[in-house]
C-alpha cells in the first residue's frame, strides 16, 4: 500500500547512525534516559506541519498541500518521481487533525478550508480520488498509486471530508461541495464493497473473510471505518449503517490467537499477515462499538488491547509477520522488527486511548502513554523520533543502530494525531 511504499522510499534515502548525528539533530546525540520521560507531556507542536503545509492551485483553484517528504538534515523537499510532491493520503490526515483542535485560529481554520479543497479537486468523474499532484498543480492520473478507485486515498479521502464538516462553516461553500462529495463517494462503496458475501478464503490454513477491500483487507477496512461512522452520524442513512456492521463482522473475523496464544488476539491486516502499519482494526471497532452498540466489536477490539499490545511492548515492537496453521496450532513466520515508524504505532496509542474512554479504565490510559512514549526515546534505538521543540518526527527506526532523520508528513501527522488523542482531544 502506498503509505508503506513511501516510507521504505524514504528510508533507502538519508541513513544517519547516532554517532554521525549533527550537533543541532534530535536528542544531541544521546540515548534518551527513558526513565524521565512522561509521555503524557509530549507537547503538541505543528511547527514542523507548517513547514510541510504549501498553498497550490489545482484546476485553476487555490487550495493547500502537505509535502510529502523533508529530508534531513536540513528538512528540504523532495518528490518521488513516479508520483508527486503532495498527495490526498496525508492532507487527510492533516485535515483530520486540525479538525480535533478544540478551537481554530483565523489561520488555522483557512489550512483546514484550503486543504478540504484540495481533496476536493482530487475527487474523479468516478466519484473515487486520484491521490497525488506534480509540482504545478498537475494531477497523476495514471500511476497506479493515484488511480481513482476502491483504495486507501479513496477511504482516507473520506475521513477527512467528513472531519472538516465539524469545523467548516455549516453554509459555506466548501461544507457544500464536502457533503457532496462524501455522499458521492458512500455512494461508491455501497455498490463497490461486496458486503454481500459471506465467504471465507484459506491462506496457509488461516480463513479470512471475502467482503472487505481487496477481499481481506481489514487494514483498508479500518480507515473506511472511520469516514462511514461520521457520515453515518451526519445522514442516519441506512445503507451507511450497513456498511459499518458488515464490516466490522469482517474485522471481527480477522482475529487471531487469544490470550494464551500467539498473536494474542491481534487483527490480521490481510490475508495471513500482520503488519503495524494502518492496523487501526481495534481503534475502529471500538468507535463502531460505541456508535452501534455492538458489544461483540467492542470484545473484539479490547482482547487485542489486552492482549497483543502487551506482547508488543515486552518484545521490543514489531514491523510485521505472517501465520500458518499446523494441526491446532498458529505459528508465525517472516517475522520482521523493523522498521517501525510512527503510522504502526500511532493506532496502537490511539486504540488504547479510545479503550479508556468507553470503558474508564485507568490502565488503559496508563497503556496508552505507554506506547506512546516509543516517540520520546522508549524504543529500540533508544532515540527521541517525536521532537516537542520543532514538531517533526523522524520517518522511522531501521534497526537497533540507525534511525531514518528525515520528517516526511506521514510520520509527523500520525504523531501529532496520536499525541493530540492521549492529551484530551478525541479524532473526529
Not at 481503534?283 to 473484539?300: E, H, I, Q, V
Not at 520543532?390 to 500520525?414: L, Q
Request: glycine letters at 8%; one cysteine or more.
Amino acid at each position: 500500500m502506498t503509505s508503506l511504499r513511501r516510507t521504505l522510499f524514504g528510508i533507502a534515502g538519508t541513513l544517519v547512525a547516532t554517532a554521525s548525528l549533527p550537533a543541532h539533530a534530535l536528542s544531541q546525540a544521546a540515548a534518551v534516559d527513558v526513565r524521565a520521560i512522561s509521555s503524557a507531556r509530549q507537547t503538541v507542536d505543528l511547527a514542523h506541519f507548517d513547514h510541510l503545509f504549501a498553498e497550490a492551485v489545482v484546476g485553476g483553484e487555490r487550495v493547500g498541500v502537505l509535502r510529502i517528504y523533508s529530508e534531513a538534515p536540513d528538512y528540504r523537499f523532495a518528490i518521488e518521481p513516479n508520483e508527486g510532491y503532495a498527495c490526498v493520503d496525508d492532507v487527510a490526515r492533516g485535515i483530520v487533525l486540525l479538525a480535533a483542535m478544540p478551537k481554530l485560529t483565523p489561520s488555522r481554520a483557512r489550512q483546514l478550508d484550503l486543504m478540504t479543497r484540495f481533496v476536493l479537486k482530487m475527487q474523479a468523474d468516478n466519484g473515487y480520488f486520484h491521490n497525488f499532484i506534480w509540482a504545478g498543480g498537475r494531477i497523476n492520473r495514471e500511476y497506479r498509486t493515484s488511480l481513482a478507485e476502491l483504495n486507501w486515498w479513496s477511504l482516507r479521502a473520506l475521513w477527512g471530508l467528513e472531519a472538516a464538516l465539524r469545523k467548516l462553516p455549516a453554509t459555506s461553500e466548501t461544507a457544500r461541495r464536502t457533503r457532496a462529495a462524501a455522499d458521492r463517494l458512500v455512494e461508491n462503496l455501497k455498490r463497490d464493497l461486496p458486503v454481500h458475501r459471506a465467504g471465507t478464503a484459506s491462506v496457509a490454513g488461516i480463513a479470512t473473510p471475502d467482503w472487505l477491500p481487496f477481499g481481506s483487507g481489514a487494514d483498508a477496512a479500518s480507515t473506511a471505518l472511520l469516514g462511514l461512522m461520521p457520515h453515518y452520524r451526519r445522514t442516519r442513512d441506512a445503507g451507511t449503517r450497513a456498511l459499518i456492521e458488515r464490516t466490522g463482522e469482517g474485522l471481527v473475523a480477522m482475529q487471531a490467537g487469544d490470550k494464551q496464544s500467539f498473536p494474542y488476539g491481534a487483527h490480521l491486516s490481510w490475508r495471513n499477515q500482520w503488519h503495524a502499519w494502518g492496523n487501526a482494526q481495534a481503534y475502529a471497532l471500538l468507535r463502531a462499538g460505541a456508535l452501534l452498540g455492538r458489544r461483540d466489536f467492542t470484545r473484539s477490539a479490547l482482547a487485542e488491547i489486552d492482549g497483543f499490545y502487551p506482547h508488543l511492548l515486552r518484545s521490543g515492537m514489531m514491523s510485521s509477520f505472517a501465520l500458518r496453521r499446523t494441526g491446532e496450532r498458529l505459528e508465525a513466520y517472516d517475522v520482521a522488527r523493523f522498521p517501525q515508524i510512527a503510522y504502526g504505532i500511532s493506532p496502537m496509542v490511539l486504540a488504547a486511548d479510545e479503550a479508556y474512554r468507553a470503558t474508564g479504565e485507568a490502565r488503559y490510559r496508563d497503556l496508552a502513554h505507554r506506547l506512546s512514549a516509543w516517540f520520546a526515546g522508549d524504543n529500540a534505538a533508544r532515540q527521541r523520533m517525536y521532537d516537542p521543540a520543532t514538531g517533526r518526527t523522524y520517518d522511522g527506526i531501521v534497526d537497533a543502530t540507525k534511525v531514518n532523520r528525515n520528517a516526511g508528513a506521514e510520520s509527523t501527522v500520525e504523531t501529532l494525531l496520536a499525541l493530540t488523542a492521549v492529551q484530551g482531544a478525541p479524532l473526529p
